[in-house]
C-alpha cells in the first residue's frame, strides 16, 4: 500500500493522548473518530513518560511495552504506525502482535492450536446427538461465547448470568443453557482432555499461568473482539503500576465474544474518554453506514455512526446493480476516471468471504494493469506502492481507506443459514457498517438484483445513488 502518515494529534486527542497518570483507561468511539490513532499517539507519550519515570527512580530495566490486536492485518497495520510512534532507544522493550500470537508466546506453548473448523466438526457432532433444535451455527457461536467468558472452574455460571453481548433470538432460557452445557460442552471439554487438544480459549487460559512480563505500557485496540478470558489473560501480566489502555466499540463487534471488565479484573476505569468527532468519513458515508445498523441496541460502550459529527461533504455512496460482470466493468472505469487519484489515495476493494471469491476481481484488475496488493491474513504490512488493497471484511477491520468499493453483495454471502438468528443478523449488519466505515471519500457497493443480499434492505433509499447497469 502507498506509505503511511503519521497522525497528529487534533485538539479532542490530545487530552486523551497526554493522560499519563497511571492506571486503566478506556476510550471509546464511532468508526472514523480515530480511536487507533488516538492510542498509538498515546503510545509514543506514554513510552516517553514511563522512560523519564525509570530515569528519576533509577530504574534500569527497559520499559516493557505491548501493544495488542485482534486480527494479523490490523497488527502489521498497528506496528508500523507504532515504530513511527515509539521513541527509539535500547531501555523499550516495544512488541506488537495479535492477541493469540502473544498468548503462545507469553505462555510457552509451542503445540499445535485446534483450528475452528476441527473444533466445529466436534462440537457439531455433539449438537446432533443433543438433538437441540437449534441452528448448529449459532450454538458454535453460544459455545465460544461462553468459553471466552468464563473460567473452567466457573461454567455453571452461565445458567444464571444474564448473557450481555448476545441477541435476544432465539431465546436461551434456563433449561436450554442446562443442555447446551452437558449435552455439548462438557462432552466436548471431555475429548479435548482425552486427546490433549489445545483450542483459543485454553490458549488464552495459559497464558494466565505463564510468568509474569511485567508490562508498563499496554495497548489494546479493537477490544470489543476481545474475549472476557484474554482481558484475564493480558491483566495478569501488567507490572504492579501500569498504563493500560482499551479501545473500543461494541458496535463494531463482529465476533460472538464479550468482554466484562469487571469479570476480567477491573472493577473500575481511572477514566473514560469518548471521542465525538468523525475525522474520517465524509457526513454522507456516514449517514449510509448509520442506516445499517439503526435501530441496534447500543450499550455504554458503543457508538452509533454519526453524521453531524463528520468535518466534511461528498458525494452519496454509490450503489451499482447489475451482472458481476457489468460491476466490474463499472468500478473499472470509476477507478480510472477523474474521481479517483491512484498517485495518491488509497482503494480497498472488500469482500465478506476471501479465497477464490476475489479471482474475479484479481483478473479484471490485472487486464486494466491496475496495480494491488492483498491484505488479508498478512502479518506484515505491505511497504509497496500499490494503491489498491484486496481484503475481506474482517481483515480491513481497523482500517481506511480513501475509496471503499463492495462488489458483488449477493445472497451467497449472506446466506439464509448467516440470517438465520437475532444474533447472527447484527453480526452481519454490523459487519458491512464495518466496511463502509473504513472510507474517507467515496464508497461503492453493487449487486446483483435477482441475488441480493438481505442486507440490502438496511439501504436507507435518501442516503446513496442508486445505478443501474
Known amino acids: ?37 488516538t492510542a498509538l499517539l498515546r503510545l509514543s507519550y506514554l513510552s516517553s513518560y514511563w522512560l523519564r519515570r525509570h530515569a528519576r527512580l533509577g530504574v534500569h530495566e527497559p520499559v516493557r511495552v505491548q501493544v495488542l490486536t485482534f486480527n494479523r492485518t490490523l497488527a502489521g497495520y498497528v506496528e508500523q504506525l507504532a515504530r513511527l510512534q515509539a521513541p527509539n532507544g535500547i531501555s523499550l522493550d516495544l512488541n506488537v502482535a495479535t492477541v493469540a500470537a502473544w498468548a503462545k508466546e507469553i505462555s510457552g506453548y509451542s503445540g499445535s492450536v485446534l483450528e475452528n473448523s476441527s473444533r466445529d466438526k466436534i462440537l457439531k457432532h455433539f449438537i446432533s446427538q443433543s438433538k437441540i433444535a437449534l ?13 471466552g467468558r468464563f473460567l473452567p472452574a466457573d461454567l455453571l455460571s452461565y445458567l444464571t448470568t444474564e448473557r450481555r453481548g448476545r441477541g435476544l433470538s432465539p431465546r436461551v432460557d434456563t433449561p436450554l443453557r442446562q443442555r447446551i452445557l452437558h449435552d455439548v460442552v462438557f462432552p466436548y471439554i471431555a475429548v479435548k482432555d482425552k486427546e490433549t487438544l489445545f483450542d483459543w480459549n485454553d490458549l488464552a487460559l495459559a497464558a494466565m499461568t505463564g510468568d509474569r512480563a511485567g508490562y508498563q505500557v499496554v495497548i489494546v485496540d479493537e477490544a470489543q473482539d476481545f474475549s472476557t478470558n484474554q482481558a484475564r489473560a493480558i491483566i495478569s501480566h501488567l507490572a504492579p503500576e501500569h498504563s493500560l489502555t482499551f479501545v473500543m466499540d461494541t458496535t463494531q463487534r463482529i465476533y460472538p465474544r464479550y468482554l466484562n471488565f469487571a469479570e476480567a479484573g477491573i472493577a473500575r476505569f481511572r477514566r473514560t474518554h469518548t471521542l465525538k468527532r468523525n475525522y474520517r468519513n465524509t457526513r454522507e458515508i456516514a449517514a449510509f453506514a448509520k442506516g445499517i445498523v439503526e435501530g441496534l441496541k447500543i450499550d455504554e460502550d458503543g457508538s452509533l455512526p454519526d453524521p453531524a459529527t463528520a468535518a466534511i461533504s461528498g458525494a452519496k455512496p454509490r450503489v451499482v446493480v447489475g451482472r458481476f460482470s457489468r460491476q466490474m466493468d463499472w468500478i473499472i472505469s470509476y477507478l480510472k476516471g477523474p474521481l479517483v487519484n491512484l498517485q495518491d489515495e488509497t482503494v480497498g476493494i472488500l469482500m465478506i468471504n476471501g479465497g477464490g471469491w476475489f479471482d474475479d476481481v484479481r483478473s479484471r484488475l490485472n487486464r486494466a494493469n491496475l496495480e494491488f496488493t492483498e491484505l488479508q491474513q498478512r502479518r506484515s504490512w ?13 481483515s480491513a477491520k481497523g482500517l481506511e481507506f480513501d475509496h471503499v468499493i463492495i462488489p458483488g ?45 438481505d442486507l440490502v434492505q438496511y439501504f436507507r433509499a435518501d442516503c446513496y445513488e442508486e445505478i443501474k447497469l
Not at 487530552?15 to 464511532?30: C, H, K, W
Not at 451455527?137 to 461462553?146: A, C, H, N, P, T
Not at 505491505?382 to 474482517?394: G, K, Q, Y
Open 409 to 453: 453483495l449477493r445472497e451467497k454471502f449472506t446466506s439464509a443459514e448467516d440470517m438465520s438468528d437475532d444474533d447472527s443478523v447484527l453480526a452481519l449488519r454490523r459487519l458491512l457498517a464495518m466496511g463502509v466505515g473504513r472510507a474517507r471519500k467515496s464508497v461503492v457497493i453493487g449487486y446483483k438484483a435477482e441475488e441480493a443480499s
Open 135 to 147: 441452528d448448529p451455527k449459532f450454538l458454535i457461536s453460544e459455545i465460544d461465547y461462553l468459553l
Open 382 to 394: 505491505p511497504v509497496s506502492d500499490e494503491p489498491i488493497a484486496l481484503s475481506t471484511f474482517h
Open 1 to 37: 500500500m502507498l506509505p503511511l502518515k503519521n497522525p497528529k494529534a487534533t485538539p479532542e486527542q490530545l487530552v486523551i493522548v497526554t493522560d499519563d497518570d497511571p492506571g486503566a483507561v478506556l476510550i471509546r468511539g464511532a468508526a472514523g473518530s480515530g480511536k487507533t490513532s
